[in-house]
Structures are given as C-alpha cells and as structure tokens.
C-alpha cells in the first residue's frame, strides 16, 4: 500500500482556515504534509485526480448507533463503520446504549478494538453518565476516560435532580464533556408524536414540547451550578433554543446539535401513519423547523449530526406507535447538508463546519480540519452527482429511511482515514434509458 500520494486538482474547502481554492493536498506515513506545492523530496506513489470535486476535512458525526454488542440483528461495527466510511464520515461517536451498556472500561475497549480490527471509521465510545443508565449510581467517569471514552451521556432521564447535580460535578472533575439529551421523565414518556392537532387527529399519544424545554431549563440551572462543560443533543424545539441562545449569551459552556433529519420533516409527515418517520425527539411543527434553520445560521445551534439508528425490516412494521424509533442517517448525511445549504442560500464553508469543524471542537480533538501534521483524515466528493436513495444502495444493514425514494445531489468518491484510502466510488455504467432520462429532466 502506498505510503505517499497526492489528490490533485480538487477544490479543497477547509472550514477551519476559511480556505476554498483549486489546489493539491500532499500526504506521507498517514499524514498531510502540505497543501498546495509537494514539500522537498516528496514522491507522490499514487495520485487521486479530484477535478471537478470537493475536497474537505473527514466528516465528524456526533451520533451513530453501531448496534454491536448486543443488537447484532441491526447492525455491526464492521458493516455500520463500513457505512460510515462510504459516506465521508471518517470519526463518529458511538451513543452509551450498547447492551452491555458502556459504562465500564472493558466494554468501552471492546468496542475500540472491535473497531480497530474492523479498519473503517474511527470509534469514540461516549460512557454513560450513571451505571446502566437507571439514573441511580454514579458511572466511574474517571476510569471510562482513561479507556478512551470522550464523553458521557445521560441517553435516558436522570429522574433524581441530585442525582444528576453530582453526575455533572464528577464529569466537570473529571473534564469530560456531558452530552444530554433533554426529555423530561415523565411528560410524554408514552408519546410517539408532537403533542398538537395532527397527533390529536391522528390518535396518537404526543410529546409536549415542554417535555424538551422543561429539561433544557433544569439542565441548563445544574450546568451553572456546577461549572461542567455541556453539550445538548439533538434539539427540536424553537422554545428549547431560545434557552440556549441566552444560555450561551451568559457565558455558559453549553453546545447543541440538531439531526440533519428534523431539519427537513415536521409533524405533518405523520398523516400516513408511516413509521419511517417515528422518532425521538418527534418531528415537531414547521415553526420549530424553521427556528431550528435559523440556528444553525446564526450560530446557536454548532453541528448537524446523522443520529443514525439502523433497524432490522420488522421493527418498522407494526403500527406507527408501537414501531421501534430511529432512521438509518448515515448514508443521507452529506448530500442533505449540501440540499440545505442550497437551501438557506448558504456557502458550503459555513455548511461544511457543520459536519466537521464543529462537531471536532465539541468533542475537543484535532479533526475536522486540514491540518499540516495531523492525520490524514478526509472526504472527497462530487457535488454535481445526482443520485437516488434506495434499498439497494444504502451502506447501513439498516435500510429504514424516510428519504428512501428521495433525489440526491452530492455523493462521495473517496474517503481517506489516516492517510489510506477506505472507499473508492465506481459511478455506475449508464445505460440508454438512463441516459434518456437524465435528457428529459
């Protein structure tokens, strides 16, 4: 395998230097070595011509569910990593709630060495902020870091208030970041959809958007009391941003992500009872959406993640409430940033930090960024590529999607991990019809 190569002729946007120009990115022993001319006595064994494509830092996503230990029916760390990489994502966060739970440090090695041995993405465990997530005892924060664990997280609400006050002063000793997901414990707790008129119509049991807000309120008064570095995970009301937008505005060291899915659905998608849009949070009313837009823009709101849940067919096929919650994201990530940043009219600097400047400074690490000296951790793709989300070409073993069906622009020709390249893209051979159709649209 090459130990050297260069990727020439690409457009190379890197949002941490706010550089965006047509140029070369050189690397050597898994590391980039220069952007621009090939450092002294450099030999490049292999070249990626990359005209006509984008080429950026790896992506970073916040939230991916890799199903293993313990759900292998859903997914795996080799065919869930394996998705990741094929889609530009080359450093994700894998949630607490594996079975066993991590929140010791044997699992939290497992699942690094399950990853190493896998070759694809890199693997960073979040711990569980309280052992077995039952909200009642205190995890060993102290020993999950020195495991490589990068965050803790509640996943499920801490009903006891002390409970979580000395939860978030152990992980503020300890200087880990705590990544909470704000759902009260008992408001809407059997809920499937936004409380509201389309849930009332619909006979479905809602989820107030109070039970976000509420919590958010709680969290925010312990974050202050306790001086612990926080990050708010997947938000999805206007009313719990509001909270956040003055809680950052008083100096707290708060953050706050938002999945790239409640971006573009509201509760309004609910009407056929398809349960490809059952989640949590659940889509909320085109207002929240909106506000949920405007935050990235105005900065409130730092990261968009995939919040990838692969299922297995059956869990999508009883009734809407009795479904099992979550959509396989990660193969839809990128080319829904690019769709929104179109969308809002923004520039794909600004849209690129979402996924990997921003996430990378949440989490604390030198990633998301092309960095002389650090590794080689990146994404190439061609923005003009149209493409058709489908059963057939979705990476995850997780095929439950609301954007199956959906026309994409914007798909990944290489990743690169350390230097050495993961994913390679063979744009299929078009045939006649193809060819016609693409004429007539």
């Known amino acids: 395998m090459a130990t050297s190569l260069s990727i020439v002729g690409g457009r190379v946007i890197d949002p941490a230097t706010r550089l965006d120009t047509l140029t070369d990115l050189h690397i050597a022993n898994g590391k980039l070595v220069a952007i621009g001319s090939p450092p002294p006595n450099f030999a490049a064994?292999?070249?990626?011509?990359?005209?006509?494509?984008?080429?950026?830092?790896?992506?970073?996503?916040?939230?991916?569910?890799?199903?293993?230990?313990?759900?292998?029916?859903?997914?795996?760390?080799?065919?869930?990593?394996?998705?990741?990489?094929?889609?530009?994502?080359?450093?994700?966060?894998?949630?607490?709630?594996?079975?066993?739970?991590?929140?010791?440090?044997?699992?939290?090695?497992?699942?690094?060495?399950?990853?190493?041995?896998?070759?694809?993405?890199?693997?960073?465990?979040?711990?569980?902020?309280?052992?077995?997530?039952?909200?009642?005892?205190?995890?060993?924060?102290?020993?999950?870091?020195?495991?490589?664990?990068?965050?803790?997280?509640?996943?499920q609400p801490i009903v006891n208030t002390e409970v979580l006050r000395y939860a978030l002063a152990y992980a503020a000793n300890c200087n880990l970041t705590v990544f909470l997901h704000p759902q009260d414990p008992w408001l809407g707790r059997r809920g499937c959809a936004h409380e509201g008129f389309i849930s009332t119509r619909l006979g479905l049991a809602g989820i107030p958007e109070a039970t976000e807000s509420i919590e958010v309120a709680r969290n925010l008064l312990l974050i202050e009391l306790t001086g612990v570095r926080a990050h708010f995970c997947r938000l999805s009301t206007a009313r719990a941003l509001t909270l956040i937008k003055t809680a950052q505005a008083n100096g707290l060291p708060v953050t706050a992500d938002v999945s790239a899915h409640h971006l573009y659905f509201t509760e309004h998608n609910l009407t056929e009872y398809n349960s490809q849009y059952h989640v949590i949070p659940p889509f909320r009313t085109l207002e929240d959406r909106q506000a949920l837009r405007t935050s990235l823009i105005d900065g409130n709101l730092q990261a968009i993640c995939s919040d990838h849940q692969p299922h297995e067919a059956d869990a999508k096929l009883s009734p809407f409430a009795t479904t099992a919650p979550g959509i396989s994201a990660v193969d839809s990530l990128l080319p829904l940033v690019l769709q929104l940043a179109n969308e809002l009219s923004c520039d794909l600097l600004t849209a690129l930090s979402w996924v990997t400047l921003q996430p990378a400074r949440i989490l604390g690490i030198p990633a998301g960024a092309l960095t002389i000296g650090n590794p080689a951790d990146i994404c190439i793709f061609n923005p003009d590529l149209h493409w058709t989300l489908t059963k057939e070409n979705i990476h995850s073993l997780g095929a439950n999607s609301p954007f199956l069906g959906w026309k994409l622009k914007g798909h990944v020709t290489h990743t690169l991990i350390n230097g050495r390249v993961v994913y390679s893209y063979c744009e299929p051979k078009k045939t006649l019809t193809d060819s016609l159709s693409n004429l007539a649209e």
């Open 45 to 155: 064994e292999w070249q990626i011509e990359a005209k006509g494509q984008i080429v950026c830092p790896g992506l970073v996503d916040l939230s991916v569910r890799l199903r293993e230990p313990g759900a292998e029916h859903k997914g795996t760390i080799l065919s869930e990593t394996r998705a990741a990489a094929n889609s530009g994502i080359t450093t994700l966060c894998c949630p607490p709630d594996t079975l066993p739970v991590i929140d010791t440090p044997a699992v939290a090695e497992l699942l690094q060495q399950r990853a190493n041995n896998a070759g694809m993405t890199k693997v960073l465990p979040i711990a569980a902020l309280t052992q077995g997530l039952r909200g009642e005892q205190l995890a060993e924060m102290g020993d999950l870091k020195e495991a490589g664990c990068i965050a803790v997280s509640n996943v």
